[in-house]
């Protein structure tokens, strides 16, 4: 069965940084749009990054400028590097990967926390 596994969440300081990992397993990353969500406390999911099987990428207004996006094909694993974290960026980080016909897949999320 398809798995998606996030690693790389922690605690850290406002401004500092983060590299969120996602390891496919079953699935070429590269056949998939593939995504970051999070979810904080009380809010809803949000889509915060994702790339297409074409190589486009996509961010959210609020990360745009401090986030990257990228996939190793070779290693079936999607990435997600995060500069200049603010307080506002503490949440459950969810990878995820829709292929054709409705296919789509969860991670269980690693935690992502902000804080001095």
């Known amino acids: 069965q398809v798995q998606l596994v996030e690693s790389g969440g922690g605690l850290v300081q406002p401004g500092g940084s983060l590299r969120l990992s996602c390891a496919a397993s079953?699935?070429?990353?590269?056949?998939?749009?593939m995504a970051w969500y999070r979810q904080a406390p009380g809010k809803q999911r949000e889509l915060v990054a994702k790339?297409?099987?074409?190589?486009?990428?996509y961010y959210a207004d609020s990360v745009k400028g401090r986030a990257t996006i990228s996939r190793d094909n070779a290693k079936t694993t999607m990435y997600l590097q995060m500069n200049s974290l603010k307080s506002e960026d503490t949440a459950v980080y969810y990878c995820?990967?829709?292929?054709?016909?409705?296919?789509?897949?969860w991670g269980q999320g690693t935690q992502v926390t902000v804080s001095s």
């Open positions: 995820n990967a829709q292929g054709i016909g409705g296919a789509n897949f």
């Open positions: 079953r699935i070429i990353v590269s056949a998939y749009t």
């Open positions: 790339i297409q099987t074409n190589g486009y990428t």
